[in-house]
């Protein structure tokens, strides 16, 4: 008994490290502070309609006509929303939050301005829009679309 006991400890011992290193590698594979790589794209594309606006970053560098770069990056996601969905719109506010983490003190005021033109762009149905809510900037969206 007691060299099986022994023989259990040494096998625990032995493979509890091999475990723990391996799924510790897999859970930082994908971080968000990470660059995006390829297989990114790749999920982006299938969540997305039509595969538009794919790999691009919302805004780089100096933002255009002067403007700050929140107030450029909210007149690319009003663009985005209303030539495509709110979906898309999301995607993109995400994505750029993750590549310009300067600008995440103005995701949740972003968001709910995605909220409310969601709402107006399908002339006030608000289950419409906030059926394409999800958990970018803490709800903002949705609580932008009820409001």
């Known amino acids: 008994m007691k060299q099986l006991v022994r023989r259990i400890g040494q096998t625990v011992a032995l493979t509890l490290p091999v475990v723990l290193v391996t799924t510790g590698t897999l859970a930082v594979t994908r971080v968000p502070w990470a660059p995006p790589t390829a297989l990114d794209q790749q999920v982006v594309a299938a969540a997305s309609e039509d ?13 255009p006509d002067g403007l700050a770069p929140q107030d450029a990056l909210r007149v690319v996601l009003l663009d985005e929303l209303r030539a495509h969905n709110p979906g898309s719109a999301l995607d993109l506010l995400e994505r750029s939050m993750r590549e310009q983490p300067a600008l995440t003190p103005y995701c949740s005021s972003l968001a709910t301005e995605l909220g409310k ?17 999800r958990p970018v900037c803490d709800g903002s969206f949705a609580a932008g679309a009820a409001s």
């Open 51 to 63: 595969g538009a606006g794919i790999g691009r970053a919302a805004t780089t560098g100096k933002a």
């Open 117 to 133: 033109a969601a709402v107006r762009k399908y002339q006030g149905d608000v289950q419409r829009a906030r059926s394409f809510a």
